[in-house]
Nanobody, 127 residues
Framework: QLQLVESGGGLVQPGGSLRLSCTASGFTLDDHTIGWFRQAPGKVREGVSCIDTSEGTTNYAASVKGRFTISRDNAENTVYLQANSLKPEDSAVYSC????????????????????WGQGTQLTVSS
């Protein structure tokens, strides 16, 4: 009954903000590494951000650093991705994933490091 569900996507104007949510059922997120990925049509899946276990680290792709923030709410078993100052090139399907490999400059940015994936939520940035 393990389930990972993303929500919060939608249509937003350039410069706007959205908060994406990744909520887990059947396991607790606080002792796993969580990654956010995105994939636009015709493009490869790109690692956006990751967050390690409760005492771990966070990391961001250069393309979103300073604009996106990843965080946990352990009580709600949810990981968030706050996306600010959105640009058209941020448009993609955003998916969250869980793994145990850690999050650092060297780990957490590749899809093969994760075991379970949600179905994704569409974020479209357009005027």
């Amino acid at each position: 009954q393990l389930q990972l569900v993303e929500s919060g996507g939608g249509l937003v104007q350039p410069g706007g903000s959205l908060r994406l949510s990744c909520t887990a059922s059947g396991f607790t997120l606080d002792d796993h590494t969580i990654g956010w990925f995105r994939q636009a049509p015709g493009k490869v899946r790109e690692g956006v951000s990751c967050i390690d276990t409760s005492e771990g680290t966070t990391n961001y792709a250069a393309s979103v650093k300073g604009r996106f923030t990843i965080s946990r709410d352990n009580a709600e078993n949810t990981v968030y991705l706050q996306a600010n100052s959105l640009k058209p090139e941020d448009s993609a399907v955003y998916s969250c994933a869980v793994g145990v490999g850690g999050c650092s400059a060297y780990h957490g940015s590749q899809p093969f490091e994760y075991d379970y994936w949600g179905q994704g939520t569409q974020l479209t940035v357009s005027s």
